[in-house]
Every structure is written in structure tokens, then in C-alpha cells.
């Protein structure tokens, strides 16, 4: 995996401005438009006038004078403020892949022409394994957001980033699956902890390459288990670019998981045991690294008092939507 570039830096193009209200002196214009003509452009197939600047435009977001929350956005924002209640050490992450049928093995297609959130997803899986082509196309893109954010005339929240290699052993301690997570290089254990799984919310994108998977996880803290008497049952790699931006954490990761035996050892058996081969994945997820920013927003919906908790849920959306556009 690529470390960062170091890319020539562009400029930053200003963004548009929205349209604002109609000025009295923008109306006379329109009243008392400029008496020379404008000027003609002429082309093989056709003549246009040579367009001037659009004037200033106010229209009503519709009858009611309410601008409706957008579906996809309602969607999400619900099954977060459903999942999210009354958790603690909670785990979100948003996750790009495809999403399969079951019996096939292939990417569904439905009748559909834009993003869609599914409610019958029980003959389908999530594959959060992407292409290495897909995984570099990511890595040099966030590279860049990374140039671009250190401008001096940058005015955003800048991107930080950090690589970092770390190994997963998994061990089954009185039938709770436990991780512990160390430091590839110093070996310091960083984190044990079991997951369970909450909730998972899938959105089918036809126009995209990569589907979106949102889950919801509690990471409940463990007590280190004997790691000299028990074997782990699983061992995970994970070299790792993490994209760090106001509440959130991009994380474009290489998962190499070892070859592993299969079952328990037969001691009576003939030959060599029976193994898994080693297997590589490349992975893109964002995931919030600041939880409970999300579940403060949530306990003022339900106090009945402001929040942010909409404009929170439809970023991070955006993040992911932004992210699945761009894959090749």
C-alpha cells in the first residue's frame, strides 16, 4: 500500500453561490433590460445569443413553504434514532462493497434507477471486499484531499492522516468470541474487546460501482484472555490508511487473514491438518469516530429540544454517497 504522494497541489476552485433574493435593482434590470443587443455567436449548426448572467432567482421550496427532508436521508436518520437508544460503546460505520445474491454470487439488479434502501435483504450478503484497482483509485484521491486541506487559502476542516499496522487474534473464551488488537511493530495490545452485532441497514446504488452497507455494533471491553493457553481461532493483518475529518475516520484498509488450520486438531489423523488458504482484502469504510457527538444529538430529539441530529445522519450519508460516485 501506497504511503502518501506527495501530489502537486491545484487550485481550489470557490464554490457557486446560491441564488438569493431578487434586488430591486436586479428587477429593473429585468424591467429595462440593456438596450444594445447582444452579441450573436454563430456555428456550423446553429446560432445562439451570447448568454448574460442569469439574475438572481427566488422561488418557494413548494406551495406549503417547507423544504421536505429527502426521503433516503428520513430513511436513515429513522433507523439510526431507533438503533441508537439507550446504547453505550457504540460502533458506526458505513461500508462500501456489493451487494449479492446468495445463490448466484452476483451483484443484484433491481428495477430501480437511483439509490434504494432495502427492506427484504435476507437472500442477500454484503461484500465489503473491493477490486486492488478500486482500493489505489481511493488511496490517491484521499492522498489529495489530504494536499488539498493543508493549503494555506484552505478554509474547511482539514484531512489528517495516519498509517498504522495492526494484528487481530480472535479467541473463543467461555463462547464469547473475543479480539485483541495489538501493534504489529511493538506488539502493545491496543484494545480487547467482543463485538456484537445491533443493526445493519443496506443501500442498493445502481448508478454506482459499490453498494452501501450502515451497521451498527456495541464494543463491549473484555478482560485479556491467557494468550499462551488458548489458541486463537482467527488472525487478521490489517495495514491501514485512516482519513480523519471533523466526526469522521476513512479507513482504506488491506486485510490479510493468514492461512489457518481448520476445526480442532485430530491427533489420530493422517497427514497434514486441513487448512484454509490465506486470503487479502482490500477495504473502504467511515466510520464515526466521535459516537457520541451522534448520541448526544439523539438524547436532545428525544428531550424535544434542537439538535443536530438530521444535519449529522445526512452528512454522513453524503460521505459515503460521495465516496460510492467516485469508485471505479
Given at each position: 500500500?501506497?504511503?502518501?504522494?506527495?501530489?502537486?497541489?491545484?487550485?481550489?476552485?470557490?464554490?457557486?453561490e446560491c441564488p438569493r433574493r431578487v434586488s430591486a435593482a436586479s428587477l429593473s434590470a429585468i424591467i429595462n433590460p440593456d438596450p444594445e443587443p447582444p452579441k450573436v455567436i454563430s456555428s456550423p449548426t446553429f446560432q445562439q445569443t451570447e448568454a448574460r448572467p442569469p439574475s438572481p432567482l427566488r422561488l418557494e421550496t413548494n406551495i406549503f413553504g417547507t423544504?421536505?427532508?429527502?426521503?433516503?436521508?428520513?430513511?436513515?436518520?429513522?433507523?439510526?434514532?431507533?438503533?441508537?437508544?439507550?446504547?453505550?460503546?457504540?460502533?458506526?460505520?458505513?461500508?462500501?462493497?456489493?451487494?449479492?445474491?446468495?445463490?448466484?454470487?452476483?451483484?443484484?439488479?433491481?428495477?430501480?434507477?437511483?439509490?434504494?434502501?432495502?427492506?427484504?435483504?435476507?437472500?442477500?450478503?454484503?461484500?465489503?471486499?473491493?477490486?486492488?484497482?478500486?482500493?489505489?483509485?481511493?488511496?490517491?484521491?484521499?492522498?489529495?484531499?489530504?494536499?488539498?486541506?493543508?493549503?494555506?487559502?484552505?478554509?474547511?476542516?482539514?484531512?489528517?492522516?495516519?498509517?498504522?499496522?495492526?494484528?487481530?487474534?480472535?479467541?473463543?473464551?467461555?463462547?464469547?468470541?473475543?479480539?485483541?488488537?495489538?501493534?504489529?511493530?511493538?506488539?502493545?495490545?491496543?484494545?480487547?474487546?467482543?463485538?456484537?452485532?445491533?443493526?445493519?441497514?443496506?443501500?442498493?446504488?445502481?448508478?454506482?460501482?459499490?453498494?452501501?452497507?450502515?451497521?451498527?455494533?456495541?464494543?463491549?471491553?473484555?478482560?485479556?484472555?491467557?494468550?499462551?493457553?488458548?489458541?486463537?481461532?482467527?488472525?487478521?493483518?490489517?495495514?491501514?490508511?485512516?482519513?480523519?475529518?471533523?466526526?469522521?475516520?476513512?479507513?482504506?484498509?488491506?486485510?490479510?487473514?493468514?492461512?489457518?488450520?481448520?476445526?480442532?486438531?485430530?491427533?489420530?489423523?493422517?497427514?497434514?491438518?486441513?487448512?484454509?488458504?490465506?486470503?487479502?482484502?482490500?477495504?473502504?469504510?467511515?466510520?464515526?469516530?466521535?459516537?457520541?457527538?451522534?448520541?448526544?444529538?439523539?438524547?436532545?430529539?428525544?428531550?424535544?429540544?434542537?439538535?443536530?441530529?438530521?444535519?449529522?445522519?445526512?452528512?454522513?450519508?453524503?460521505?459515503?454517497?460521495?465516496?460510492?460516485?467516485?469508485?471505479?
Amino acid at each position: 500500500m501506497s504511503d502518501i504522494s506527495n501530489a502537486r497541489k491545484r487550485q481550489r476552485e470557490d464554490p457557486s453561490e446560491c441564488p438569493r433574493r431578487v434586488s430591486a435593482a436586479s428587477l429593473s434590470a429585468i424591467i429595462n433590460p440593456d438596450p444594445e443587443p447582444p452579441k450573436v455567436i454563430s456555428s456550423p449548426t446553429f446560432q445562439q445569443t451570447e448568454a448574460r448572467p442569469p439574475s438572481p432567482l427566488r422561488l418557494e421550496t413548494n406551495i406549503f413553504g417547507t423544504r421536505p427532508a429527502e426521503d433516503i436521508v428520513r430513511v436513515v436518520a429513522d433507523f439510526m434514532y431507533t438503533h441508537l437508544k439507550d446504547r453505550a460503546n457504540i460502533e458506526i460505520e458505513g461500508k462500501l462493497g456489493r451487494l449479492v445474491d446468495r445463490k448466484t454470487g452476483v451483484r443484484i439488479s433491481l428495477p430501480v434507477l437511483s439509490e434504494t434502501v432495502l427492506g427484504d435483504d435476507k437472500n442477500l450478503r454484503f461484500e465489503s471486499n473491493m477490486t486492488l484497482s478500486q482500493h489505489a483509485v481511493f488511496n490517491k484521491i484521499l492522498n489529495q484531499r489530504v494536499d488539498e486541506t493543508r493549503r494555506p487559502e484552505f478554509r474547511g476542516s482539514r484531512v489528517e492522516y495516519k498509517h498504522t499496522k495492526e494484528i487481530d487474534h480472535f479467541y473463543k473464551v467461555d463462547g464469547t468470541r473475543v479480539r485483541v488488537t495489538t501493534d504489529k511493530e511493538s506488539g502493545e495490545v491496543l484494545s480487547v474487546i467482543t463485538k456484537n452485532r445491533v443493526a445493519d441497514l443496506n443501500i442498493y446504488s445502481p448508478r454506482t460501482k459499490l453498494d452501501i452497507r450502515i451497521t451498527i455494533n456495541e464494543e463491549q471491553p473484555m478482560e485479556k484472555p491467557d494468550m499462551e493457553a488458548n489458541k486463537p481461532i482467527l488472525e487478521r493483518h490489517k495495514d491501514r490508511l485512516s482519513y480523519k475529518q471533523d466526526l469522521w475516520s476513512f479507513d482504506l484498509t488491506q486485510v490479510v487473514s493468514p492461512e489457518q488450520e481448520k476445526g480442532p486438531i485430530n491427533p489420530y489423523a493422517i497427514g497434514p491438518p486441513k487448512t484454509s488458504p490465506a486470503v487479502t482484502t482490500h477495504e473502504l469504510e467511515l466510520e464515526v469516530a466521535c459516537p457520541e457527538v451522534w448520541l448526544g444529538e439523539r438524547a436532545k430529539v428525544a428531550a424535544n429540544k434542537p439538535n443536530n441530529f438530521h444535519e449529522i445522519t445526512h452528512t454522513f450519508l453524503g460521505n459515503l454517497r460521495a465516496l460510492a460516485k467516485r469508485a471505479i
